[in-house]
């Protein structure tokens, strides 16, 4: 993981503690559980990943991409013409959203 990401990853997860964001949650002192998704993610960023959304601390694009997971499973879900095609333009219009925060992101830590 390049270092300016360990370094924005750990100032997130200060800032997150000295606001009191990790206290009391849910498995507070538990071993985190274990996800699929995360396979194919970096440890310390699945890591950090699960304890800044449990926290309710997600960056835009972790956000972009649950409305995008949503907005997909409505389109599969909606009936008739005008809905699909309005589902469908909501899902470009978030696959646009998260590509452009995954961009910033990849600028921002010199990847």
């Known amino acids: ?7 924005l990853v750990e100032r997130q997860i200060q800032k997150a503690l000295a606001e009191g964001q990790l206290s009391g949650l ?3 002192g538990k071993p985190l559980p274990i996800s ?7 440890v310390a ?3 950090a ?3 800044m959304a449990e926290a ?10 649950k409305l995008l997971e949503a ?18 333009a909501l ?13 910033a992101r990849r600028r921002f830590m010199g990847s």
């Open 36 to 42: 699929s998704s995360d396979a194919f993610v970096d």
């Open 49 to 51: 990943g699960r304890i």
């Open 56 to 65: 309710g601390a997600l960056p835009e694009e972790f956000k972009i991409k």
């Open 91 to 103: 899902i470009a219009d978030l696959e646009r959203r998260y590509n452009i925060a995954v961009d």
């Open 71 to 88: 907005a997909k499973q409505s389109y599969r879900d909606v009936e008739g013409d005008d809905a699909k095609r309005l589902a469908m």
């Open 45 to 47: 960023m699945a890591v």
């Open 1 to 7: 993981m390049p270092r300016s990401f360990d370094s």
């Open 26 to 28: 849910k498995g507070e």
